[in-house]
T-cell receptor, first 111, second 114 residues
Framework: EDKVVQSPLSLVVHEGDTVTLNCSYEVTNFRSLLWYKQEKKAPTFLFMLTSSGIEKKSGRLSSILDKKELFSILNITATQTGDSAVYLCAVDYLGNTPLVFGKGTRLSVIA | DGGITQSPKYLFRKEGQNVTLSCEQNLNHDAMYWYRQDPGQGLRLIYYSQIVNDFQKGDIAEGYSVSREKKESFPLTVTSAQKNPTAFYLC?????????????FGPGTRLTVT
């Protein structure tokens, strides 16, 4: 059975800390891995990763994929309270079929 | 503006009543999806549709029904057979090309059944 596993499920850090969120997957015919940030409503797109070893960056956020070991990490440096959210990892396989989502990591950043 | 709209934002119903959640998109996406989100559960797929007049069950389809009569619209009915309907419901649509895949979400409907 295909699955996506995120860890940790929840995390509390202080402002300024650096965090690493993990996502491992077991799917056949992998195409891409996506990261989303969800605050109170709809998830918003962060990154899509298709190739191993190529880091994607957006400000203080970065992500990388390892297709050999079947995992991805999402790094957030110099965390701010506005980074508090649920971070969702999802995997696309076989194209245009539903994404398979992990349960998410709830990040809380305290001042 | 292009996007996905869901209505209503909040919905309250009595147990035993069917309720229909609206989802409309003007992104010209072929595929549309319904997810349910409960605390600590991530997103669970209810139904999806890849083309008009066709849809497939997801992981938790029991107690739900959908229709896809138009490309832009994918309404979800929560029937009285759904045992725990109180949840946050997200609609999404997607587009795929040879080298990219993007899935966009609506703002969600929070359903409370008492």
């Amino acid at each position: 059975e295909d699955k996506v596993v995120q860890s940790p499920l929840s995390l509390v850090v202080h402002e300024g800390d650096t965090v690493t969120l993990n996502c491992s997957y077991e799917v056949t015919n992998f195409r891409s891995l996506l990261w989303y940030k969800q605050e109170k409503k709809a998830p918003t797109f962060l990154f899509m990763l298709t190739s191993s070893g190529i880091e994607k960056k957006s400000g203080r956020l970065s992500s990388i994929l390892d297709k050999k070991e079947l995992f991805s990490i999402l790094n957030i440096t110099a965390t701010q309270t506005g980074d508090s959210a649920v971070y969702l990892c999802a995997v696309d396989y076989l194209g245009n079929t539903p994404l398979v989502f992990g349960k998410g990591t709830r990040l809380s950043v305290i001042a | 503006d292009g996007g996905i709209t869901q209505s209503p934002k909040y919905l309250f119903r009595k147990e035993g009543q069917n309720v229909t959640l609206s989802c409309e998109q003007n992104l010209n996406h072929d595929a549309m999806y319904w997810y349910r989100q409960d605390p600590g559960q991530g997103l669970r797929l209810i139904y999806y549709s890849q083309i008009v007049n066709d849809f497939q069950k997801g992981d938790i389809a029991e107690g739900y029904s959908v229709s896809r009569e138009k490309k832009e619209s994918f309404p979800l009915t929560v029937t009285s057979a759904q045992k725990n309907p109180t949840a946050f419901y997200l609609c999404a649509s997607s587009i795929q090309s040879t080298d990219t895949y993007e899935q966009y979400f609506g703002p969600g409907t929070r359903l409370t059944v008492t």
